[in-house]
């Protein structure tokens, strides 16, 4: 459903030759109101961990990821990542992201 969404809207804003970007496209999905609930942007998940290198310096690696937005709808909660063009990184990365989500804030 949202996907289709995603597609319709983007594909009617480039054939009205507008510029957009992913901020663009989530606050157009957000106010169509495809999905109710409370939506919160830029959702950071995972933490730094410190390590020693090769050469045996400590150095920082990050495991931090940002999801674009989840929508939380009573006991439901969406993880939305917004690309401009679906491909199969961007629903693996969806997928990746819903299974850490779940597993840090269970």
């Known amino acids: ?27 157009a999905f957000i106010k169509s109101q495809t999905l109710e609930g409370k ?4 959702v950071r998940l995972g933490k730094t961990d ?24 009573n006991d439901t909660v969406r993880v939305i990542e917004v690309e401009k063009q679906l491909t199969y990184t961007a629903i693996g990365q969806a997928l990746v992201y819903s299974y850490f989500y779940r597993k840090e804030k269970p």
């Open 1 to 27: 459903m949202a996907i289709q969404w995603g597609e319709r809207f983007f594909e009617e804003a480039m054939s009205k030759g507008l510029n957009i970007d992913e901020d663009d496209i989530l606050d």
């Open 39 to 42: 939506f919160e942007r830029k």
């Open 50 to 73: 410190l390590y020693y290198d090769a050469t045996g310096r400590m150095s920082q690696r990050s495991g931090k990821v940002e999801i674009d937005a989840i929508c939380r709808e």
